[in-house]
């Protein structure tokens, strides 16, 4: 299979699409063109987001009082 040429200069082309229409999603900062510019499932993971921090530090403390004299 023979190779392509690439030229070293443009490697990387500029974005046709960089933040032109629609809006950046902040949480995968990927493009949003959902009305709150923010995709579902982001939003979903947004919202869940302060409660899993919760259960892990819940978690972790249980852990950590269980096991007993455990260096982290
Ligand atoms: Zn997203």
Known sequence: MPEKFV???CK?????????A???CPVCGK?????RGIHPQCAVVQADAPRQAALA???RELA???S?????
């Open 7 to 9: 030229d070293e200069s």
């Open 12 to 20: 990387k082309p500029a974005p046709l699409y960089s933040t032109a």
């Open 22 to 24: 629609g809006t950046t």
């Open 31 to 35: 493009r949003s063109y959902s009305l």
């Open 57 to 59: 530090a819940a978690k």
């Open 64 to 66: 950590r009082s269980h």
């Open 68 to 72: 007993s004299g455990d260096a982290e």
